[in-house]
Nanobody
Framework: HVQLVESGGGLVQPGGTLRLSCAAS????????MAWFRQVPGEEREGVAS????????HYGDSVKGRFTISKDIAKNVLYLQMDSLKPEDTAMYYC????????????????RGQGTQVTVS
């Protein structure tokens, strides 16, 4: 079965950087896209970035464009999110997700997601 395990969250000052990792396993053929999304308690989830696992094309949410970079190490089956120039409004629980590209493009809900890693910018 599909497993996604995030790591790399923490507390960072405004303007700082963090790199999140998501170790993935058990994928099936219908899982073609992966994504990072974030959520603050009581608010809707917000899509952060997505990547087509085969061709590598990427998409970013407007609030993180130019600051965040999504990438995937195919050999290691690890998804990354490099976060630069962090702002207090980036504070949230960050989740790794995977599903068909149609679902990922629509922003979920996702069939597969990890347990999340907390990012706090303060």
């Amino acid at each position: 079965h599909v497993q996604l395990v995030e790591s790399g969250g923490g507390l960072v000052q405004p303007g700082g950087t963090l790199r999140l990792s998501c170790a993935a396993s058990g994928f099936t053929r219908n899982v073609l896209c992966m994504a990072w999304f974030r959520q603050v308690p009581g608010e809707e989830r917000e899509g952060v970035a997505s990547i087509y696992t085969s061709g590598g094309s990427t998409h970013y949410g407007d609030s993180v464009k130019g600051r965040f970079t999504i990438s995937k190490d195919i050999a290691k089956n690890v998804l990354y999110l490099q976060m630069d120039s962090l702002k207090p409004e980036d504070t949230a629980m960050y989740y790794c997700a995977a599903d068909s590209c149609l679902v990922v493009a629509s922003g979920g809900p996702y069939k597969y997601r990890g347990q999340g890693t907390q990012v706090t910018v303060s």
